[in-house]
């Protein structure tokens, strides 16, 4: 199984910027979408964004289109998420997963997803 490790995360103003960074370690690394998804207190979890290992389809949700860009590096095995013009409602726990299944329109949970530990985003004046 994959395992996964965020950095980058912390307290910024609104209409800041943030790069959160995902390191995966294991076999196979390269086959594996990876994403990104948040959970603030009180809310359930949401799919923020996901990056296919085959053709780079990339997904991102409503709420952070055109703010928020995913990137990877199979080379250092790491995935990037760029965090622009960020919002109060940006504030959450951010988690690495793999195993996913993308396309362009939704980023789904495989069978046996792996998860990071979570980075604390705080989006506040």
């Known amino acids: 199984q994959v395992q996964l490790v965020e950095s980058g995360g912390g307290t910024v103003q609104p209409d800041g910027s943030l790069t959160l960074s995902c390191a995966a370690s294991?076999?196979?690394?390269?086959?594996?979408?990876i994403g990104w998804f948040r959970q603030a207190p009180g809310k359930g979890r949401e799919g923020v964004s996901c990056?296919?290992?085959?053709?780079?389809?990339?997904f991102y949700a409503d709420s952070v289109k055109g703010r928020f860009t995913i990137s990877r590096d199979n080379a250092k095995n790491m995935v990037y998420l760029q965090l622009n013009n960020l919002k109060p409602e940006d504030s959450a726990v951010y988690y690495c997963?793999?195993?996913?299944?993308?396309?362009?329109?939704?980023?789904?949970?495989?069978?046996?997803?792996?998860w990071g530990q979570g980075t604390q985003v705080t989006v506040s004046s």
């Open positions: 997963a793999a195993d996913l299944l993308v396309s362009t329109s939704h980023c789904w949970l495989g069978v046996n997803p792996s």
């Open positions: 294991g076999p196979n690394v390269d086959y594996y979408a």
């Open positions: 990056i296919s290992s085959e053709d780079g389809s990339t």
